[in-house]
């Protein structure tokens, strides 16, 4: 007999998540980038289809306005050698660099300062900068963090730690009163090329408010190439300072470089939105307690190739398709006869690619408490090469609302395998992350790479080829012919999970030892 969970399930379809897929991926969208047309069409389009589901608005609304101030820098950058000599780095070949405050000329002539990984974790014990003032310097720091394979208990072993985020870094910065900081960029520590830091940070910069949180004069990326010539030409041995800020007894190095840097930005403010859905609990005891279900729309909008030719930055993958499939999650959960004890709240935050920036002014001025927010199941980038014999959820061992997805996902025939690439710190860059960090047990339900019917290694070679060709390229975009099997997958395991949360007798726990766990 088919049951109302049935006819829910089977209406998370392929040609649904196709069709909107497909539109919100068109040229027409222009890259959807936060206060442009093409992202004002995304959002009303996620409007409208939260409504045609029959979701209600949330306090009235549809829309929670989000306020960014954009910036488009037009940098200058100048090393002045102890010598006498200089060096004027390629923009945007060497470096990419912004203004970190809403003005539209900075001027900056500083002392460049190496600060190591640019880390302070006192439960490590590690701290890049012990006593010295940097303030007004600019300081030169190295992605990641000192934890690796070898040291499994220190940061986190091979998986990063937010402390290896550049988020971390340009705030730890701030908060040390540095006028600026550059991040040392390589293709093998960040994982990814150098167009990748290009492509996402020579755009339209977005920060939220008039006024950041976290202000620095000057933010940027510098090939490491770049900065190992320029270290050496003012006398010091890159791979010697390397080795030093490898220890725990490092102390802030001046490479006796002045940074002077002229950004010109075209500064605007602008009022973006994340787009919300409410389907209202029938519990009246347990209504007021929500589990958001959420992913982002933004992506990077339009610029120029290396030939000067304009293209659209289409994001097909990431993450139009994660729109796609929570818009067939509100349509599946919307029909259901009776609504879940808890309600669900449908959520795709803008400016995500600028630093998860819809998402944590949600945090900031939730629509629901957070302390009554169950959970969080943020998906970014569905599965669009078939069914998998797996799922690889982000943040499944951290909090009890992992057991939902993995019961889930055994209800689909699938198993639970461990993160992939624990040293690409993913469960930092999604938007469930300013959740986790205000205590909400929050998740991404990844999809799977271990394929049916392909080769055991296709998944990581499609991994390893997206990151290099696609990711943050025009070329992710729509095709003809995307297998939704594993899309549809990724939403049943959703669904089911979602519904088995609304219905729990308690709100899921951290578990013991969890940083974010104190927060709750």
């Known amino acids: 007999m088919t049951t109302f969970l049935d006819s829910a399930l089977d209406r998370i379809r392929p040609q649904v998540i196709d069709a909107h897929l497909r539109f919100l991926a068109h040229e027409l969208l222009e890259g959807r980038a936060p206060g442009t047309r093409g992202g004002q069409l995304a959002v009303e389009y996620i409007r409208a289809q939260f409504q ?13 306005p989000v306020p960014l101030a954009g910036l488009v820098p037009e940098p200058e950058l100048v090393l002045l050698l102890p010598e006498g000599g200089r060096l004027e780095p390629d923009y945007p070949e060497s470096y990419v660099a912004w203004a970190g405050v809403p003005e539209a000329e900075i001027h900056l002539d500083e002392e460049l300062v190496y600060v190591g990984y640019g880390i302070t974790a006192p439960e490590y014990e590690w701290d890049d900068y012990k006593d010295v003032d940097v303030r007004g310097k600019v300081l030169l720091m190295r992605v990641n963090d000192p934890g690796d394979e070898s040291t499994p208990g220190f940061f986190g072993g091979k998986a990063l730690t937010y402390y290896g985020r550049w988020t971390y870094k340009f705030e730890e910065a701030s908060r040390r009163g540095a006028a600026g900081a550059l991040i040392i960029h390589t293709d093998e520590s960040a994982l990814y090329g150098w167009q990748v830091v290009r492509n996402s940070n ?26 190992r010539g320029a270290v050496r030409a003012a006398g010091l041995d890159p791979e010697e300072l390397q080795q030093r800020s490898e220890q725990r007894d490092f102390r802030p190095v001046s490479t006796g470089i002045r940074l002077r840097a002229h950004i010109r930005s075209e500064v605007r403010h ?20 929500v589990i958001v279900i959420s992913s982002h729309y933004d992506h990077l909008g339009t610029g120029v190739n290396e030939e000067g030719e304009p293209v659209i930055y289409h994001g097909a993958y990431d993450n139009a398709s994660g729109v796609a499939l929570i818009l067939a999650l509100a349509d599946a959960m919307a029909s259901l006869p009776e609504p879940p004890a808890r309600s669900l709240l449908f959520l795709s935050p803008t ?3 600028s630093g998860l920036l819809g998402a944590e002014w949600y945090v900031r001025h939730p629509l629901r408490p957070l302390a009554k927010t169950a959970g969080v199941l943020n998906v970014d980038g569905v599965n669009l090469h078939g069914r998998t014999h797996d799922l690889m959820p982000l943040g499944v061992d951290r909090s009890e ?24 710190g993913t469960y930092f860059r999604q938007d469930h992350f300013p959740f986790a960090r205000a205590g909400v047990p929050a998740m991404a339900v990844d999809h799977g790479l271990h394929y049916e019917g392909r080769p055991e290694e296709f998944g990581d070679q499609w991994v390893k080829e997206y990151i290099a060709q696609h990711y943050h390229q025009p070329s992710d975009a729509y095709r003809e012919g995307i ?17 088995a949360l609304a219905a729990a007798a308690r709100l899921p726990r951290w578990y013991e030892g969890e940083e974010f766990a104190r927060n709750r």
């Open 483 to 499: 297998d939704y099997g594993g899309a549809v997958q990724q939403g049943r395991v959703m669904l089911r999970a979602a519904l």
């Open 351 to 353: 400016a995500e690619e």
């Open 270 to 289: 602008v009022e973006s939105a994340n787009v919300v859905g409410l389907l209202p609990g029938s519990d009246p005891e347990r209504r007021e307690e």
């Open 401 to 424: 609302l992992g057991e939902y997805v993995r019961r889930a996902a055994a209800e689909e025939g699938m198993t639970i395998s461990p993160e992939p690439y624990p040293e690409r």
């Open 202 to 227: 020579t755009g339209e910069q977005f920060s939220l408010g008039r006024t950041p949180d976290h202000p620095l004069q000057l933010r940027g990326w510098i090939r490491g190439e770049t900065v």
């Open 52 to 64: 045609r589901a029959g979701l209600e608005p949330v306090d009235g609304s549809y829309l929670q």
